[in-house]
């Protein structure tokens, strides 16, 4: 008899680190296909505070941040009940298999990641070990939970890359443990840029505050940021790659509205870029305005906040220890 009540869902797991303030290019990339992926999946997501110390953390600030994070994905509309929503280093599975796979991963390949050169180049001061192997600890978190799809901005695809490499040649040596996932990416968002400088990636540790939106700012300080934003000297509001300011902008207003490029064109055809920006700021601050208000209420209630990672802990907890197990005995570990 065919039961579809019990067929099982595909996996989807994702993670984000709590290293500040959480932004629209974080929104747009990677959250909001979280929240619309909770229904047909089975989903499972983690605030990776362990990677947040690859770089310098002031303890409260990190304190604070971790809270402020999971409170965030709860505002956003994550269901805890429905999903495991945890903090990475609750479940020690994540670093105990990240010790297995470093033992199965090369020095060369750890050295050609790009984030590694961007972020070293960036803190030539702290260029530590953990910043290397961060790939490998964010394979151990994506492969205890044997997920079909791991939802991320474009920026995550070569360390997903060289997850899959790194599952790949386990089960070659080992036997089938670890699935392979698949990267998720969105078509509309997968890369949203600086406001200030579109050749960069959006990001909450630029230090140029005009050049990122969070997630909480207001609605006054997200339209001045929206107004502020460079832009081109063609004077009209049409997507090309001579054009990365308007062109940034247009795929934010699109990702937010669900209007094709074809459609913005449409509609601010004639138009300057004053009046283009205001809207896209005015549909940004209205999206993530009714996040905010959540937010608010949520980071009240620190007591409740505190059950609910706790209970995420314990159910991934749970996943992570079969995973780990069986990796361990094939690796011929006495357990
Ligand atoms: P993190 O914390 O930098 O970013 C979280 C998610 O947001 C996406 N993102 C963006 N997407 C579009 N445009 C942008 N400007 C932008 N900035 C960030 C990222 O692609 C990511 O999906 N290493 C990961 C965290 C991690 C993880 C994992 C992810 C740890 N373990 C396991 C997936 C699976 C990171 O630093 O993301």
């Known amino acids: 008899m065919c039961n ?12 984000i680190q709590p290293s500040g303030m959480l932004t629209l290019g974080n929104y747009l990339g990677a959250l909001k296909n979280w929240v619309n992926m909770q229904d047909e999946f089975d989903c499972t997501f983690a605030v990776a505070d362990l990677h947040a110390i690859t770089v310098r953390q002031e303890p409260a600030a990190l304190r604070s941040q971790i809270y402020s994070t999971y409170a965030l ?3 956003l509309g994550i269901d805890p009940e429905k999903n495991t929503v945890f903090i990475q280093s609750h479940v020690p599975f994540h670093t105990q298999l990240s010790w297995l796979l470093s033992c199965n991963t090369q020095f060369g390949e750890m050295s050609r990641m790009t984030q590694f050169k961007d972020k070293s180049a960036k803190h030539p001061e702290n260029v530590n070990v953990g910043l290397f192997s961060y790939p490998v600890l964010m394979a151990a978190d994506i ?3 044997k997920p079909d799809f791991v939802p991320v ?3 995550q695809k070569q360390h997903l890359e060289i997850a899959r490499d790194i599952a790949v040649r386990f089960n070659n040596k080992y036997g089938d443990v670890f699935t392979i996932p698949e990267p998720y990416i969105p078509k509309t968002g997968a890369r949203v840029m600086s406001l200030q400088d579109p050749s960069k990636k959006m990001s909450k540790s630029d230090d140029n505050v005009n050049s990122w939106v969070a ?6 300080d997200i339209i ?3 107004k502020r934003a460079v832009t081109d000297s063609e004077a009209c509001v049409r ?10 902008l247009i795929t934010i207003y699109s990702a937010v509205t669900g209007k094709t490029v074809a459609e913005i064109e449409r509609e601010f055809e004639g138009k300057g870029y004053g009046e283009f920006k205001l809207a896209v700021g005015e549909s940004v601050a209205d999206t993530l305005a009714p996040i905010k208000a959540s937010y608010e209420e949520i980071i009240k209630d620190k007591k409740a906040l505190e059950q609910l990672y706790k209970e995420g802990a314990d159910k991934a907890c749970r996943q992570a220890y079969k995973t780990y197990n069986k990796a361990m005995k094939k690796v011929g570990f006495v357990l």
């Open 143 to 145: 492969l205890l939970y």
């Open 224 to 226: 001045r940021k929206f």
């Open 153 to 155: 901005g474009a920026d």
């Open 73 to 75: 994905l709860l505002a």
């Open 215 to 220: 997630i909480l700012d207001s609605k006054d």
């Open 239 to 248: 997507f090309s790659e001579e054009q990365a300011g308007i062109s940034n």
């Open 4 to 15: 579809i009540e019990t067929e099982q869902k595909k996996k989807v797991l994702s993670c």
